[in-house]
C-alpha cells in the first residue's frame, strides 16, 4: 500500500488542518496508509555552525525519505505559511534533504473563505528551493474556506462537493506519485546540489 506522511503545517492544538488531515487519513484508509506528523515544539532555526539538526528533524526526514510522497496542510498567517511551518523547512533543508525530488500536495484550511490561497502558492515557492527541490503537485489546489464549521461531530467532512473534489485530487495525487517515481534520472546530481548548494557562496 502506498505510505505517504501527512504534515500539520502549525502548532496550533485545535487546528482545523490537523482536522482535514485526520479525516484524509480516514477517507483515504483503503487506497493509503497516511501518517500524521506533528511539528509542534520544534527548536527555532538558527543556522548553527555544527551542522547538528534535530532529534526530530531527522526523525521526520526519515519518515519522508521511506514514504511514497508528503502531504502538507497550512493555515494561513499574515498571507502566508506559519512561522512554525518554514521552521519545519528549514531543519528539512539544513545537511538533510528529505524532499528533493519527492512527491507533495498541497492542502490548507482557513476560518475565512480563501481557504489559505495565498499561503499555498507562497508554500509552492518555498519547496521549488534550491534546499528543498520537492516535486509539487500541479494545478491542484484544495481550498477549505470557514473551516470551523465543515466538520461534524465525527470529524467528517460535511459538503459533499468538498469531499468530491478531494477524492478527485487525491486520486491525482496518486498517478502524479506514480508518474514521479519514472522521473529519477537526475534524481542524484539534484540531490547533490541540494547538498551543494550555499547562498552564501553566490556571487
Same mark, same amino acid.
Request: charged letters at 20%.
Given at each position: 500500500m502506498t505510505k505517504f506522511i501527512a504534515i500539520v503545517g502549525t502548532n496550533s492544538d485545535q487546528s482545523t488542518n490537523r482536522k482535514l488531515l485526520q479525516f484524509m487519513q480516514q477517507h483515504f484508509a483503503d487506497k493509503a496508509d497516511i501518517e500524521l506528523a506533528e511539528i509542534k515544539g520544534w527548536p527555532i532555526f538558527n543556522k548553527p555552525e555544527d551542522k547538528h539538526v534535530p532529534a526530530e528533524a531527522l526523525a521526520l526526514a526519515d519518515k519522508i525519505d521511506q514514504a511514497d510522497g508528503v502531504?502538507? +496542510?497550512t493555515p494561513e498567517y499574515d498571507h502566508s505559511v506559519p512561522a512554525s %511551518?518554514?521552521?519545519? %523547512?528549514e531543519w528539512l533543508s539544513y545537511g538533510i534533504h528529505p524532499f528533493v525530488d519527492k512527491p507533495v500536495m498541497i492542502? !490548507?484550511? @482557513?476560518?475565512?473563505?480563501l481557504g489559505s490561497s495565498r499561503a499555498q502558492a507562497h508554500l509552492r515557492i518555498i %519547496?521549488? +528551493?534550491?534546499? /528543498?527541490?520537492?516535486?509539487i503537485m500541479p494545478s491542484s489546489e484544495f /481550498?477549505?474556506?470557514h473551516s470551523l464549521q465543515a466538520f461534524d461531530e465525527d !470529524?467528517? /467532512? $460535511? &459538503?459533499? *462537493?468538498k469531499v468530491d473534489k478531494l477524492d478527485g485530487l487525491f486520486a491525482d495525487f496518486e498517478t502524479f506519485v506514480d508518474l514521479t517515481k519514472q522521473l529519477n534520472n537526475a +534524481?542524484?546530481?539534484?540531490?547533490? *546540489?541540494? $547538498? &551543494?548548494? @550555499?547562498?552564501?557562496? %553566490? !556571487?
Open positions: 502531504i502538507i +496542510s %511551518l518554514m521552521n519545519a %523547512l492542502t !490548507g484550511t @482557513s476560518y475565512g473563505t %519547496l521549488d +528551493s534550491p534546499e /528543498l527541490r520537492a516535486r /481550498l477549505l474556506g !470529524g467528517d /467532512l $460535511t &459538503d459533499t *462537493e +534524481s542524484g546530481i539534484n540531490k547533490q *546540489e541540494a $547538498t &551543494d548548494f @550555499s547562498w552564501d557562496n %553566490l !556571487g
